[in-house]
Nanobody, 122 residues
Framework: VQLQACGGGLVQAGGSLRLSCAAS????????VGWYRQAPGKQREEVAK???????NYADAVKGRFTISRDGAKNTVYLQMNSLKSEDTAVYYC?????????????????WGQGTLVTVSS
């Protein structure tokens, strides 16, 4: 199982970016799935997550500006980021709690993507 994130880049304050994270492998279910970020010199913080049922949660700092969504058929999660601010600059990591059935045995583990850098210039 792997998570592959992409979509980061350099954007001016007030602009938008869309991050994507695709899971691959023999996956039964991903629940929840979401995004963390880590700014230079700061701890990693949760940005947003979405459950299999579609329930979403957002950090206060991004409410109203970021939208998380998922495509279950593609095992892909998206993070639409609008009205970006300089303080959104960070490496963004996707994660997912993934259930698989290797050799018929149910396993549940947390997986992380490799991180994608978002830089917002003021």
């Amino acid at each position: 199982v792997q998570l592959q994130a992409c979509g980061g880049g350099l954007v001016q304050a007030g602009g938008s970016l869309r991050l994507s994270c695709a899971a691959s492998g023999s996956i039964f279910r991903i629940d929840p799935v979401g995004w963390y970020r880590q700014a230079p010199g700061k701890q990693r913080e949760e940005v947003a997550k979405i459950t299999g049922g579609g329930t979403t949660n957002y950090a206060d700092a991004v409410k109203g500006r970021f939208t998380i969504s998922r495509d279950g058929a593609k095992n892909t999660v998206y993070l639409q980021m609008n009205s970006l601010k300089s303080e959104d600059t960070a490496v963004y990591y996707c994660y997912g709690r993934i259930i698989t059935y290797p050799m018929g045995q149910r396993t549940e583990n947390d997986y992380w993507g490799q991180g994608t850098l978002v830089t917002v210039s003021s």
